[in-house]
Each structure stands twice: as C-alpha cells, then as structure tokens.
C-alpha cells in the first residue's frame, strides 16, 4: 500500500502584498487564464523569518530578493520595484501580519492577456504572503533525519531550463519526484541529473560526509545556487571543517558517512537512509551536527553575525 504524506495546509494570515498596496489574503487571486497559470511563468522565492532576542530576523533577505530579479531577467520579465522597495515591502508584509516567525514568499509572475506562449501582453505582478510553517519534512526530522531515495526521475540538461533561475515552471519535474517518494514510502527523494550524477535534492541542495570531508555536487546547470548552501560553505569555513565542491556519482551516497539536505524550507535536514541503505549510524552525524548548530544560532541570533545575513523586523 502507499504511504501517504501527512496532510499539510498553509496556514494563513491576513494581508498580501501587491504591487505596493494590501490585498486581504482571501482576495489575493489571479485569473485562470494568466500566463502563470497556463505555462508556469512565475518567479518565486523563500525567506524564513525567526524569533530571536531582538525581534523577528529575516535570514539573507537581501540575496533571495537579489536572485529573485536575477530570476526574472532571464524571463524578461523584471518588476518595477527596486530591490530596495522589496525589501521594505517584505519588511511591510511581516509587520503587517504580526507575525514572531514565518515563511515569506515573494512572487513576481505574468498576469492575464497574452492567449498563447509570447508572453509580452501579459503584465508582470508582484506579490508577497508571509505565513508560519514548521519543519519542512516534518516532525523530527530536524533532529532524528529522513529515510529518501533516488528518483526514477533526472533533472533536464543543462540548456533544457535556465535552473539557476527559480520559476515555478521548474517545479513540475519535482513534483513527480515528490508523488514518486511519498508513494514509496519515503519523505522525499534525491534527483540525479541527465548523466547520472547527484544533481540536488528535490528542492533542496545537497551535502555529503567522507572522511571527515564535506563534498557537494558542483553546480553543473542541473541544479539551483542555493543561498542555504552558500551559507553552510561559509559556517563549514568558520568550523574549520574541509570543503570540496566535486562531481558526485550516485553510488557515492552509499558510501557517505553522513548525508544531509540544505534549503530555507528544509534547513538543515540530515538524511538517516538512502533507498532503505542506512547512512552511517543511521543518525545525525558529528560534523551534520556542528553545522546545524552553527545555522540555528546564527538564525535565532545567539550568535554574531559578521557577514550581516540577519535583516531584523521593527516591532
């Protein structure tokens, strides 16, 4: 029998930002026949906000917004606001909510006009919503890791999408990896890219141990700069732990003595077992540890932050 995932739904607040006025969240809609309805074209990102001693802190704020428009300009799509006037309006958005930890999802996405693929007469919207939500793979996963496998499914080749651009069109193709590992009886998958190699998570960036030796899979144009993993090639510099960026053949990941996701919905996830083969322990390893320790101080604020990753919100 297949293994269902537990229902989840987003759990709403009260106000959207749009184009720089409120929307009541019930009343943010687009119409059926939007080119973002009909052929995906959207832009999307993910910022988490969490509480910390000072207030609610946006994690790297400014670089999601950044490779936002960087999104949108290879879709020829760029919005009229400034990158500055995002991030007012997520700020906005947060405050507007009362909000004291959330999920911010700014979105720019082409509207209703165009009836076919050229997409020019259809207008480009800009959104924010800004709601709570827990751990991404669910609970305990932080703590005690999930068992994945490795989809039937390839990320498309290089040339194919521009995936270093987050458009929701993208998205599809790991939407079939999802349905395929929750129907499996896992709690989600990793994607191999068109020659075999590990590309990512499914929405997620990847991290392996050898050796006492963090590798990730370079970024091949199958896969997303993920600011996550930016982040924990940064912390793992700061812990003095060695970083190799390399190619990554698959059956590496059974080989790894620890394995873990990166991502803002995911955090840091470790990963207990690959297809039903136990990864180390079966726990979370030292090094997995280390770094998830690092990542959560520096988001909750028990620790400096030097680079000036943490955008904090008024009260």
Not at 4 to 21: H, L, Q, V
Not at 261 to 279: C, H, L, M, N
Request: glycine share 8%; proline share 6%; charged share 20%.
């Amino acid at each position: 029998m297949p293994v269902s995932e537990p229902k989840s739904k987003i759990r709403e607040s009260e106000w959207i930002w749009k184009d720089g006025a409120f929307v009541p969240w019930e009343e943010a809609q687009v119409h059926l026949l939007s080119t973002a309805v009909q052929f995906g074209t959207s832009i999307f990102e993910g910022v988490r906000g969490y509480p910390t001693d000072e207030g609610l802190a946006l994690f790297r704020l400014h670089d999601h917004l950044r490779r936002l428009v960087d999104s949108c300009r290879v879709y020829r799509m760029v919005p009229e606001h400034d990158l500055s006037s995002l991030v007012d309006a997520c700020v906005q958005t947060v405050t507007r909510n009362r909000l004291n930890s959330c999920y911010l999802r700014p979105m720019v996405l082409r509207g209703y006009g165009a009836p076919g693929l050229h997409p020019f007469d259809s207008p480009i919207e800009t959104w924010i919503a800004a709601f709570p939500w827990g751990t991404y793979l669910g609970e305990g996963a932080l703590e005690n890791g999930v068992d994945v496998c490795v989809s039937s499914w390839s990320r498309a080749a290089p040339n194919t999408y521009p995936m270093a651009a987050k458009a929701g069109g993208h998205y599809v193709n790991a939407q079939l990896m999802k349905m395929e590992a929750v129907t499996n009886g896992y709690a989600d998958a990793i994607a191999l890219g068109p020659e075999g190699r590990v590309s990512e998570g499914i929405g997620q960036n990847l991290f392996l141990v050898r050796d006492e030796t963090l590798i990730t899979p370079v970024l091949d144009g199958t896969s997303l700069a993920g600011i996550t993993r930016h982040a924990v090639l940064q912390l793992a510099d700061d812990l003095g732990i060695r970083v190799r960026e390399q190619p990554v053949p698959r059956e590496t990941l059974y080989m790894a003595d620890e394995l873990f996701f990166t991502g803002t919905a995911a955090e840091i996830t470790p990963i207990r077992s690959v297809d039903r083969i136990q990864i180390g322990t079966g726990t979370m390893g030292p090094i997995t540890k280390a770094i998830q320790d690092r990542f959560m101080d520096l988001v909750h604020g028990r620790i400096a932050d030097p680079r000036g990753w943490r955008t904090l919100v008024p009260e």
